[in-house]
């Protein structure tokens, strides 16, 4: 084969890719990350997500304290995520026992009267010991950096790898 032969398939394969992806990102379900009272969210980010992602104590401040907020939250009827416990930057690369995992989950459970089974650490950072502990003895279900790519992820504040209008672009 010629290099200009090698070079036209290599670009057909690069479309090919970029656009299968881009279709399951049409079409997989979106993702709202970072939702806690005291981050402000437009609720047009609400309405079209079909997962959010909770953050049970933020700023030391646990969502459970305000019941009117977990009710607005709740009204939506989303697929809810518990998003780390405190979202302290790279939470989830440090080892976290039981019991700091059982307090986000107890204030998450105070707060929409179920527990969470899903789980998603903040910027994904997530050790192998702390993974099997959310796993083995909580049985979460982890959404992973790998699974992350193939949503359109947005955030309430804005603060994510891209900003959310390249998540609805792409
Ligand atoms: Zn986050």
């Known amino acids: 084969m010629k290099w200009k032969q090698i070079i036209k398939i290599f670009i057909l394969v690069l479309i090919i890719l970029f ?75 440090t080892l976290r026992n039981f019991n700091y995992i059982q307090e986000g989950r107890n204030i998450f459970f105070d707060c929409f009267g179920f527990n969470p089974t899903e789980f998603k650490s903040p910027q994904l950072a997530l050790s192998q010991d702390n993974k099997k502990i959310l796993k083995e003895e909580f049985n979460f279900k982890i959404h992973t950096k790998f699974t992350q ?11 994510g790898l891209f900003p959310n209008w390249v998540e609805d672009l792409l």
């Open 19 to 93: 656009l299968s992806f881009f279709i399951i990102r049409l079409f997989s379900s979106r993702h709202l990350d970072d939702l806690h009272p005291s981050i402000p969210c437009d609720e047009e980010l609400i309405k079209k997500s079909d997962y959010l992602a909770v953050i049970p104590k933020y700023d030391n401040e646990s969502i459970s304290n305000n019941k009117e907020w977990c009710n607005y939250i709740k009204e939506f009827n989303k697929s809810m995520i518990m998003h780390g416990v405190y979202h302290d930057y790279n939470e989830f690369d």
């Open 149 to 159: 790519i193939f949503h359109k992820v947005y955030h309430c504040n804005d603060s």
